[in-house]
Nanobody
Framework: QVPVVQSGGGWVQPGGSTRLSCATS????????MSWYRQLPGKERELVAL????????DYADPVKGRFTVSRDNAQNTGYLQMNALRPEDTAVYYC???????????WGQGTQVTVSS
């Protein structure tokens, strides 16, 4: 069973919004920090946002600050990335990652394409 499954994304017009979900199973989600990465064509994967195990701490890469919001629902074992005011340069494959800091055990989602274009 795949422990991390992503959903959401797709094609969005500039200025639009979309939400990515990262559903986990078979692990205690509240024991894992969560982060979102993206990989632009021809470039390395880059960190977009992260959230602590409890959800009390978040941080964002400068290009997405004020536009993206990372959140999580530990009762539902799911994390989210709300993406607003999207720009063409946000076009990328987005990945979620859950990581247990004490053991360094981590799992990646399968990735989901977000295309921002008119």
């Amino acid at each position: 069973q795949v422990p991390v499954v992503q959903s959401g994304g797709g094609w969005v017009q500039p200025g639009g919004s979309t939400r990515l979900s990262c559903a986990t199973s078979g692990l205690t989600f509240s024991n894992y920090g969560m982060s979102w990465y993206r990989q632009l064509p021809g470039k390395e994967r880059e960190l977009v946002a992260l959230i602590s195990r409890s959800g009390g701490l978040t941080d964002y890469a400068d290009p997405v600050k004020g536009r993206f919001t990372v959140s999580r629902d530990n009762a539902q074992n799911t994390g989210y990335l709300q993406m607003n005011a999207l720009r063409p340069e946000d076009t990328a494959v987005y990945y979620c990652k859950v990581q247990q800091s004490s053991t360094m055990i981590h799992y990646w989602g399968q990735g989901t394409q977000v295309t921002v274009s008119s």
